[in-house]
DNA sequence: TGGTACGGCTTGCGCGTGCAAGCTGTACCA
DNA sequence: TGGTACAGCTTGCACGCGCAAGCCGTACCA
């Protein structure tokens, strides 16, 4: 095995210089209230520089109680561009506060040992709702600050905030002259949160706008699902639609032409995301795009006053939703 | 602060016991060669179990040199479901070897921290090449265990195994009758190493069968690259395409319509992963799927023989490429 | 000249665990 | 009856670090 190159301690930095291991410590963590000459100091980072000195964060986490890890817990559903993109950001935010973040996919089967309890994070913040058995885990594994806290557990994904997007497609197809307009809902279950808030805001625009029900119908990925919404909805006297997300804009739309209709001529339709999908479609999907790099710094922001123990901001984000106009709502 | 509950440790659960933490230690891990009566076993079990003890994994870490932790690092590029899809599986896999999956996508900005310095896996496996100074910076950190090694490090993504998907669209475009075919290939810098793979794949193909030289075309999201490429393939009487991912073929395929051409009478179309996104389509997307239920089990057996320190496999795995038709190269 | 203040360090404990080595009693054998 | 073997434990150190507390010398002041 030959000894496999043991890493560098702050010991042997010590060690090499003929100063204690904790004056070493008091340099490199830059501790306050310790006083450590401009001589020893810069000794010590040239010889820890010189002998490529990592600190083991392991043995850092262990002894000082915090890990500076942030873990994201994510919705195994595809949220694939969209929701997804905010991520680089709020990684960066908290890269620059000294924490790492780490996102989780908790896939149905159930871990062995769960994430959480391996990496023994600051703070844990959901997308989804989190379990009882899962909030109980973490408490377990010492974890104090879970974000949502117990009662709002299912509060962001319902929040108004994150309707906005919807309101803002009814809208904008009411500009466009249409009158009856129909909504395709998410039929997958794990969607069912999100896709309930939006259409509740879709729902407040049509009522805000006099144009009553709207006509919300469910589509998945499934063969025909779109196909036979289709049918309810030109039964209706539907002209545009409204969907809960791009993937279902597009399936929707499909449906539409397959049916011989003529996109936006026959029937409108809109999306939701404004993922790089709607470009690629004939015809091109209009869609709604929100502000991920606000929501990035949203979570991050959430994150790091967990961390510091401060109480959380009041106010929801600002999603900046804008509508995105492509051809499948104007020639 | 109310004494923020401490976590329950080994040493509680042993002194609750009236044993040692050894004890404890050997009962609950099940250390070979130490011979514990199944009494004390059973209480000490017992005990654990009744006041909810958690083991340290971070303290487990620090003692044992171990942390459990695979570390799999991904492209930044968009491979959503295509090859994403394996990582439940791998996932799955390791967990039920004791190893916890960590994924990990490094973005540009160059992290204050890289997260393997954090987490110290015991393995990191990459998709994409390693630089010298991440490796530099790995084996500081005292990870020993990376893959691919070296010399290697651009061998998984130009690996004949995952051309196979090329060759498929080619013989199978082939098989349909079409004699000048094009390949739209990835204009994406990030692609590249794979896109070059599947380019070689997809020539060797044409060679084989006869068909000369295939006329390959780079195309990216950009607004206009598919048009240019489309009209190069039209002048030099192209009838079919095999793309490089869905992404593109449904790019191909919207210029294309837009162009005023029937898909597939005019052009037929075939994309690479079999996504979501190509059932979606109008026409929908013929596609090639691939075994990513086979290849989570290849990365996982990848980074479990180099967690023990065996040698790796020899064979790449079969991707058991084929085939899906749809609309767009059948009517 | 004695006392105090404080800059500039060192000593030493604790974090929760894994594991080598040692210790004690009983069973068994010659 | 004395010795050996071994099951069934315990003692104690190590992992690498943070940090409280203490220690030593010099400068300054009365």
Redesign the pocket.
């Known amino acids: 095995m030959s000894e496999r190159t043991?890493?560098v301690?702050?010991?042997?930095v010590?060690r090499s210089l003929?100063?204690?291991?904790?004056?070493v410590?008091?340099v490199?963590?830059n501790?306050p209230?310790?006083?450590?000459?401009?001589?020893?100091?810069e000794r010590v980072l040239a010889e820890a520089e010189r002998l490529g000195?990592?600190?083991?964060r392991?043995?850092?986490a262990?002894?000082?109680?915090r890990s500076m890890i942030v873990m994201l817990l994510l919705p195994d559903w595809p949220m694939e561009y969209s929701l997804r993109q905010h991520l680089e950001t709020a990684s960066r935010v908290l890269d620059e506060a000294g924490y790492s973040l780490v996102t989780h996919t908790r896939h149905g089967g159930g871990h062995a040992r769960p994430l959480w309890e391996l990496l023994s994070p600051d703070v844990v913040i959901a997308w989804t709702p989190i379990t009882a058995a899962e909030r109980a885990s973490m408490k377990a594994s010492g974890i104090t600050r879970i974000l949502p806290p117990p009662r709002q557990s299912r509060s962001f994904l319902a929040s108004p905030t994150l309707n906005a997007g919807a309101r803002l497609q009814i809208d904008y197809l009411h500009e466009l002259g249409h009158r009856r307009i129909g909504y395709a809902a998410s039929g997958d279950k794990r969607l069912a949160l999100l896709s309930r808030g939006r259409v509740a805001g879709a729902r407040e625009a049509a009522e805000r706008l006099g144009l009553g029900l709207l006509d919300v119908r469910p589509v998945d990925h499934r063969g025909g699902s779109a196909a036979k919404a289709l049918r309810h909805w030109r039964q209706e006297g539907v002209t545009a639609i409204a969907a809960f997300n791009d993937n279902l804009a597009a399936m929707t739309m499909a449906a539409a032409l397959r049916a011989g209709l003529a996109v936006p001529g026959d029937l409108a339709v809109i999306g939701h995301d404004d993922t790089p999908l709607a470009g690629m479609l004939y015809p091109s999907l209009s869609s709604v795009s929100i502000d991920n790099v606000g929501l990035g710094h949203y979570f991050a922001d959430l994150a790091l006053r967990a961390a510091r123990d401060e109480p959380p901001p009041e106010k929801a984000p600002d999603l900046h939703a804008r509508v995105v106009p492509r051809e499948s709502t104007i020639r």
């Open positions: 043991r890493r301690t702050a010991a042997d010590a003929g100063v204690s291991r904790a004056t410590g008091y490199l963590n501790t209230g310790q006083t450590i000459s401009a001589a020893t100091r000195y990592r600190p083991h392991t043995a850092q262990l002894a000082s109680g």
